[in-house]
């Protein structure tokens, strides 16, 4: 019976997981920024080089965010609304032509939109995928197929199935959507990307009442998903449902990082559901995050600033595992 005792208690103790506390620390703010309020779409080029949307108060502009602040690309279109932004790794043929970046960026008017930028700076942008069933394109999850995941929120003041959902885009620009949810938002792979990961919300008066995270199995030959399952409902996690999830990256072991709009904090969860850290914030609106730097390590987090709401402020924090995202770039 002592030995039954034990082995529970050890159990129990081995069970108990206490949380890590870290802090971000201002990288611009809005002494110096550059960036509007609906700053978002925070990305990484395989030099290590982090990007954002809403560069000069627009949002027909992407900036560069490190090593330093200035305008990446600009949409002839008045109604583009840039959003989450993903860069392509290169084929040796896109190479030989003199391309030095290629990404998709999620744009709220209504597409996906491919920029390409060649080794003399200048930038061409064309639509990548488009789809009459696209709901407000909002963040995008790359695959090193080539496909793209994309999720989307109509914000209403009572949200119904259908104000957000998931879609497919193929490497040959066909769109497919997969499944039809509340507000889909966050949205991101493993890294051996067997797991797609996705928020979803719900108003009530426009107010958020829920936010969850699922997770579905990816068939990696053909993209679809399957066997839809609960990986956090932060009503029961903290009693948090109503700070919206937004931006999500994972790292090379799995770990899931998850901004919280509102909450002033990234949340990491480890691939088994375990809240591993919370980094605390010194901006308002956490809107979207990236694993940056000439290691993948130095993560960049973008959103409203604390002190100025009319601007968009970038905190920054010193991880110890490189992002998914670089680390698929330099493969």
Known sequence: MKFNIFIILTYVIASVHCEEIFNSTPFITSKDTQYGPSIEGASVNKLGEAFATDFA???????????????????????????????????????????????????????????????????????????????IPNDLALSETGRIYISGQNFTENTVIGDGGLWICQP???????????????????????TLYLSEAFNIGFTPVSNKIWKFKVDHRTGMVSSQELFVDFAILDGTQSVDVDGMRTDIEGNLYVTRN???EVVVFSPNKVVLSRIKLNIKSAANLELAGDQGKTMFIVGKCLDDETKGCVDKFENNIPGKAFTLLNR
């Open 172 to 194: 040959d620009g066909r769109a497919t959507q997969l499944m039809k949810f509340g507000r889909t938002n966050g949205i991101e792979l493993s890294p051996d990307e067997k």
């Open 262 to 264: 509102g909450g002033q």
């Open 57 to 135: 108060n627009s949002t027909t502009k992407i900036g560069q965010i490190s090593p330093k602040q200035k305008l990446y690309s600009a949409s002839p279109i008045v109604t583009t609304n840039f959003n989450g932004i993903r860069f392509l790794r290169l084929s040796k043929k896109e190479i030989d032509m003199g391309i030095k970046n290629i990404a998709l960026v999620a744009n709220k008017d209504g597409d996906v939109t491919k920029v390409t930028e060649m080794n003399d700076g200048t930038t061409k942008q064309e639509i990548f995928c488009k789809d009459d069933t696209f709901v």
